[in-house]
């Protein structure tokens, strides 16, 4: 019998190990590539590098996968902390919530599309009607603000990614699109459109964080005044 030297030996490869956290991280980076509708079990597969039926094992279907992925995404957002006024506390998780959305492509799409909820998400809601409750609303308007919050930033997102992702836009572009609408309207017959193309200016302004804080602002205000009408009655 010969003896093999050691140095020809070869080892055989280690099998890789797979979990469910891996497999929702990877779904995220592929979603950041590739956007919710290219989003597939047989690319995510193949991103992997494993076969099909090994992928599920770990999540039963796409369906829970959206879902995993959804709450991946909210566990990136913090909690807004309980301190200062209700109001900071909300323009602050408008604020946060918006940013974690924009940080991954179609994220608000995704969010709008997965129930039931993750437990990081439970955690935002959960801290949303506190801060309701605590501005003095009742629980049927609490519920009814948290669900036109979520309305609010979601969308607002939505839309603004779904600009952002237009092909050919470019920062430049953008502000040279915004500039052809504002020639558009301030070339509008006065007589027939006075007050479009007064506000020309106004209607082209290339400003999504001045917008978004102005609509936070607004709705803020809407809850103020029916809390100081709780507090009177």
Not at 2 to 10: A, F, L, Q, T, W
Not at 39 to 48: A, H, P
Not at 200 to 205: F, I, M, N, T, Y
């Amino acid at each position: 019998m010969s003896i093999v030297p050691y140095r020809e030996i070869k080892r055989r490869p280690k099998r890789r190990t797979l979990d469910q956290p891996q497999v929702v991280r990877a779904a995220l980076a592929l979603l950041d590539d590739v956007g919710l509708e290219a989003l597939t079990m047989r690319r995510l597969s193949e991103r992997l590098g494993i076969k099909a039926a090994s992928l599920y094992r770990h999540v039963r279907n796409k369906d829970e996968l959206l879902q995993l992925l959804a709450d991946e995404i909210n566990g990136e957002i913090p909690v807004v902390r309980p301190a200062g006024t209700w109001q900071a506390q909300l323009r602050a998780m408008a604020r946060s919530v918006r940013a974690g959305l924009l940080a991954h492509r179609d994220a608000a799409q995704l969010l709008a599309l997965t129930m039931p909820f993750g437990p990081q998400r439970l955690r935002h809601i959960e801290a949303l009607l506190r801060i309701l409750r605590a501005a003095g609303l009742s629980g049927r308007e609490a519920a009814r603000a948290a669900y036109h919050f979520n309305n609010l930033v979601t969308e607002f997102v939505a839309d603004e990614s779904r600009f952002a992702s237009m092909a050919g836009i470019t920062p430049s572009s953008r502000r040279k699109m915004y500039g052809q609408v504002r020639k558009l309207f301030k070339s509008l017959p006065a007589h027939d459109y006075p007050i479009i193309v007064e506000l020309a200016d106004d209607l082209s302004d290339n400003n999504p964080d001045g917008l978004f804080e102005f609509g936070i602002d607004v709705w803020i205000r809407g809850l103020a005044d029916l809390s100081n009408e709780r507090k009177r009655s």
